[in-house]
């Protein structure tokens, strides 16, 4: 049985992924700094408001106050999402003594942010740690039914808790807590853009990468879907653009899709490349005939429908298992 799809609201994303995101489940978009995940996030979590559903975006990174201002260039609005400030404090950490922060740190709508940077308690600054978080994620699912839920990001839970022999266990059981409540949930990641793919990678249901390169025509950006568990998807590179309505894959509905994969189960998973027939062959002599000359020293002009060339070493075939 198909389980439903959820839309992201990404114009072209979602014919990439064959309709959108398997609901229930944790997904990784993955990127260098300042390719667009967090916009992507937000326009994912302004679709779902959008449509009556509630929402909820779990600030690591930027104070929710900047956030809401960087959004308001956008056509869409994030006023009704639910957010949570999981931002450290802003004075010194101090690992002593470990407070709960379950009465300081509550959930709001972005419309309510102030203005301002969040300030330290008059009590005390506060700890934050991985399972702190988790306790008032569990808290706020016991009182709300959420159907969309943003982590922005990843990398920042990786300095709430210290590296041991239990890495694995805690980002799995971080995701876990997400598939349990059966709330559809994209993880933000910063990555370079060549890179071995890490546990988040491993443990989550899918993930779609984000990549930025310059080239003669300056600053390209392109997105693929490194993996998609149980579902059939667009495997290319394509190309697209960040605009006032936000993210919109610029090739993917104008040009036939060139291969899917297979849905796959667990780590296995088999690729068929589809079969494009192309242009018939043209002989060299009518070829000399039809083609105007290009003035000494033009540069060549792309198509508009032509594939942007990906960026230097790029790996586009090793994803995460």
């Known amino acids: 049985m198909i389980r439903e799809k959820v839309k992201t609201g990404v114009i072209?994303?979602?014919?990439?992924?064959?309709?959108?995101?398997?609901?229930?489940?944790?997904?990784?978009?993955?990127?260098?700094?300042?390719?667009?995940?967090?916009?992507?996030?937000?326009?994912?979590?302004?679709?779902?408001?959008r449509n009556g559903e509630q929402v909820l975006y779990v600030a690591l990174d930027e104070p929710p106050n900047e956030v809401a201002m960087n959004a308001k260039r956008f056509s869409w609005s994030i006023d009704s999402v639910r957010v949570l400030d999981a931002t450290p404090d802003i004075m010194s950490y101090d690992k002593t003594p470990v407070r709960d922060v379950s009465s300081e740190r509550k959930v709001e709508f972005f419309r309510s942010v102030p203005e301002?940077?969040?300030?330290?308690?008059?009590?005390?600054?506060?700890?934050?740690?991985?399972?702190?978080?988790?306790?008032?994620?569990?808290?706020?699912?016991?009182?709300?039914?959420?159907?969309?839920?943003?982590v922005d990001s990843l990398t920042s839970l990786r300095y709430f808790y210290i590296k041991t022999s239990e890495e694995?266990?805690?980002?799995?059981?971080?995701?876990?807590?997400?598939?349990?409540?059966?709330?559809?949930?994209?993880?933000?990641?910063?990555?370079?853009?060549?890179?071995?793919?890490?546990?988040?990678?491993?443990?989550?249901?899918?993930?779609?990468?984000?990549?930025?390169?310059?080239?003669?025509?300056?600053?390209?950006?392109?997105?693929?879907?490194e993996k998609y568990r149980g579902s059939s998807h667009d495997e290319r590179m394509r190309s697209f653009k960040i605009a006032s309505d936000g993210i919109v894959v610029v090739e993917a509905t104008s040009?036939?899709?060139?291969?899917?994969?297979?849905?796959?189960?667990?780590?296995?998973?088999?690729?068929?490349?589809?079969?494009?027939?192309?242009?018939?062959a043209v002989p060299t002599s009518a070829r000399a005939q039809t083609l105007p000359a290009e003035p000494q020293g033009a540069l060549p002009v792309q198509a508009e429908d032509e594939e942007p060339p990906p960026p230097p070493d790029m790996d586009l075939g090793g994803g995460a298992p």
Do not use: C
Request: proline content about 6%; overall charge positive; hydrophobic content about 35%.
């Open 12 to 49: 072209g994303l979602d014919d990439m992924l064959d309709g959108g995101l398997l609901s229930s489940r944790p997904y990784v978009v993955s990127g260098a700094p300042g390719t667009g995940k967090t916009t992507l996030a937000l326009q994912f979590l302004a679709e779902g408001a």
């Open 116 to 150: 301002g940077i969040r300030k330290t308690s008059d009590k005390g600054p506060t700890d934050m740690s991985v399972n702190t978080l988790q306790e008032l994620l569990k808290q706020e699912f016991a009182t709300r039914k959420y159907s969309r839920v943003v």
């Open 168 to 225: 694995y266990t805690t980002i799995q059981s971080f995701m876990r807590l997400f598939s349990d409540i059966g709330v559809t949930t994209i993880m933000t990641m910063h990555v370079p853009e060549v890179y071995r793919p890490d546990v988040e990678s491993q443990f989550s249901r899918g993930e779609i990468r984000l990549h930025k390169w310059f080239d003669g025509r300056g600053l390209m950006r392109g997105v693929n879907i």
């Open 255 to 280: 040009k036939k899709k060139s291969s899917k994969t297979k849905p796959s189960d667990g780590d296995s998973g088999v690729v068929e490349p589809a079969v494009e027939a192309g242009p018939p």
